[in-house]
């Protein structure tokens, strides 16, 4: 699809247009739990093993049962609980409260406690949930990621990437796109939006690079946005046809 940019943006060197403020509404999903949990993860790791505590704290309804799911990212084993049922399907482990447990309450901290075996590296577990809520880890700061972050996109062509955040929002969020860079580019007139609910779904973007008059491989830097959150960077730099190589 061909993109029609005004003259005045042709003729400016670094004129960029990027994302036309055109509405999208959020979608109305159904009513769902936002985020109601906080993860507090700390381990102490020696030759091949380790022993961890995690401190599950809830601030959404009681949990009268639980399902605490987390990953590992390092071939990490759990190899034992105090107190709850545990299951491992490679890198993804779920536990479950005992039938004795007690429910939890709001604002109460739930302890869970384990034994592990590692391969040498043993970072902490990511993509905490308890009950299927994603849980907010206390130990990573919010961030919007971009994903690749530098992209190389042939002259007269289109390149995308893909953008999610680290954490939920408390409500829907729009990404803020702000470019800086030489040449001519343009986006289409998309608005991405993060909802308590697909704010970890990878929404796409697509930046095309114009045809230009000179010979230059011309770079764009978009930065992106979220208030609350550290903002990421995608570098798209031209192949200028003209350039000879
Ligand atoms: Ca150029």
């Known amino acids: 699809m061909r993109h029609t940019l005004p003259t005045r943006l042709r003729t400016t060197l670094g004129a960029v247009a990027v994302a036309a403020a055109t509405a999208v509404a959020v979608p109305a999903g159904p009513a769902r739990a936002a985020v109601d949990c906080t ?16 401190q599950v704290k809830n601030l959404g309804d009681t949990w009268t049962g639980y399902t605490v799911e987390f990953r590992f990212t390092a071939g990490q084993q759990l190899t034992s609980t105090w107190s709850h049922h545990y299951t491992q399907d490679g890198d993804r482990v779920t536990v479950r409260n005992a039938d004795t447990a007690q429910p939890v309450r709001t604002g109460e901290t739930l302890w ?47 390149a995308a990437f893909r953008a999610r955040l680290s954490h939920p929002p408390a409500g829907p969020v729009t990404l803020q796109v702000r470019s800086q860079g030489t040449g001519i580019w343009a986006a289409p007139p998309v608005v991405l939006v993060f909802t308590p609910t697909n704010w970890n779904t990878p929404q796409g973007y697509t930046v095309t690079s114009f045809p230009d008059g000179d010979d230059v491989d011309d770079v764009l830097v978009l930065t992106l946005s979220v208030p609350g959150y550290s903002p990421a960077t995608v570098t798209f730099t031209q192949i200028d046809a003209d350039r000879v190589r």
């Open 39 to 54: 993860v507090d993860y700390t381990a102490s790791t020696w030759d091949t093993g380790f022993s961890a505590s995690v």
């Open 112 to 158: 869970l406690g384990f034994l592990g075996s590692h391969t040498g590296e043993n970072p902490p577990p990511v993509d905490w949930r308890v009950n299927g809520v994603a849980c907010t880890d206390a130990h990573q700061p919010p961030a919007v990621i971009a994903e690749p972050t530098a992209v190389s996109v042939p002259e007269g062509h289109g």
